[in-house]
């Protein structure tokens, strides 16, 4: 399968700077990446969805000006927390749309990177 | 309602045992399925995928999907201890540029 490569895996920061993480496709260029957020024992939750060149697309209740995202390649995005705060503490993991061969323009499917282990302490 | 339903488990079988992992469904227009299996701390990978109605194989594997009922399923062969996960379920709509709408992932343990 494609491969997505995710980076730091952890990281802890103090309370009140920014950290960033950045989310490669290795193997394939990606228009669209997707960032979300994972609580323990709890299912995925979309942050927003990233597109090279243009500007993410934000859930319902995310707050743009504190997870910044940044698309500047078809093979990089980065999520920047900004301001972080013990609250912000999460496994933070990034995925990129991969077009499958001979499945038509609606054949494609989602690849997830390792994940990023946020504290903020 | 949840748009999709996953039973949590935690679910504990032997090994070797067969196992059937399940969800359900309320949006009739969904179209593509997914089986994503996500080991501790580390991001979900993608184990199957479906389109529409039907079965597929892969290995120890099978996904079915029965659009009919809205209901879905994974079964896991001979399973193993390395098979010790949580498997999530994940479908969309038709159409190149739908997000994906997860189940809340069912933990899988195998014991020996």
């Known amino acids: 399968g494609a491969v997505v490569s995710q980076h730091p895996s952890w990281v802890i920061c103090k309370s009140g700077t920014s950290v960033k993480i950045e989310c490669r496709s290795l193997d394939f260029q990606a228009t669209t990446m997707f960032w979300y957020r994972q609580f323990p024992k709890q299912s995925l939750m979309l942050m927003a969805t990233s597109n090279e060149g243009s500007k993410a697309t934000y859930e319902q209740g995310v707050e743009k000006d504190k997870f910044l995202i940044n698309h500047a390649s078809l093979t990089l995005s980065t999520l920047t927390v900004t301001s972080a705060h013990p609250e912000d503490s999460s496994f933070y993991i990034c995925?990129?749309?991969?077009?499958?061969?001979?499945?038509?323009?609606?054949?494609?499917?989602?690849?997830f990177g390792e994940g990023s282990w946020l504290t903020v302490v | 309602q949840k748009e999709v339903e996953q039973d949590p488990g935690p679910l504990s079988v032997p090994e070797g045992a067969i196992v059937s992992l399940n969800c359900t469904y309320s949006n009739s227009a969904f179209q593509y399925f997914m089986w994503y299996r996500q080991y501790s701390r580390k991001g979900p990978e993608l184990l199957m995928y479906?389109?529409?109605?039907g079965n597929k194989e892969d290995g120890r594997f099978t996904a079915q999907v029965d659009k009919s009922s809205k209901y879905i399923s994974l079964f896991i062969r001979d399973s193993q201890p390395s098979d010790s996960a949580t498997y999530l379920c994940?479908?969309?709509?038709?159409?190149?540029?739908?997000?994906?709408?997860f189940g809340a992932g069912t933990r899988l343990a195998v014991h020996p």
């Open positions: 995925s990129a749309r991969v077009h499958l061969n001979g499945q038509g323009s609606s054949g494609n499917t989602i690849y």
């Open positions: 479906t389109y529409s109605s």
């Open positions: 994940a479908m969309r709509l038709s159409g190149g540029y739908n997000k994906l709408i």
